[in-house]
């Protein structure tokens, strides 16, 4: 194993062990759910910024988010469901499945470990999800500070299970 790979696994193990879970109890209350897709062949954190921005340092992304999972697209692609419709997904992407609470503003990101607890890539966004609704946020990673994310809802139409955009969305800043 490449010293690289060693230290990226040491600081997601710390890092994962040591962010608030992201477990909201939703009982009685207007919810959605959420399937949060990477196709990074390291590993990438989704998860629930505090503050609606993005921190630039591994430090940072512990203290200001919550972690939804960690997402990795290498050899057998993580995928966590919940029971939400799937459209087609590229067979070499991860995901993770959770539910959110509806009718407010959200902010949703992911990151990628660089070195010295620098993000290598780090995006995120806001929305108010629909209650009832299921949304799926991708997040593209091309190289080095190179990646995107974007969201879609997911409809049913008859047979077919459809992407379609979301008109009010913010991309979230750097904190």
Not at 39 to 46: D, F, M, T
């Amino acid at each position: 194993m490449k010293i690289r790979s060693v230290l990226s696994f040491i600081i997601a193990i710390t890092i994962s062990g040591c962010t608030t879970p992201y477990k909201p109890d939703l009982t009685g209350q207007p919810h959605a759910n959420v399937r949060m897709v990477s196709n990074l062949h390291r590993i990438a954190w989704a998860a629930v910024l505090k503050e609606s921005c993005i921190p630039q340092t591994t430090f940072g992304w512990e203290s200001s988010t919550q972690m939804i999972g960690v997402v990795t697209a290498k050899n057998e692609p993580k995928r966590e469901s919940i029971g939400m419709p799937l459209p087609t997904i590229p067979s070499d992407a991860a995901f993770i499945e959770t539910t959110i609470p509806a009718g407010k503003p959200i902010a949703l990101g992911f990151s990628t470990i660089g070195i010295f607890h620098s993000m290598a890539c780090g995006t995120g966004l806001i929305f108010t999800p629909e209650d009832g609704a299921d949304y799926q946020v991708t997040y593209q990673h091309k190289s080095g500070f190179d990646c995107s994310i974007d969201i879609q809802a997911i409809k049913r139409n008859e047979a077919d299970i459809l992407l379609q955009p979301i008109p009010e969305v913010m991309l979230a800043s750097k904190c």
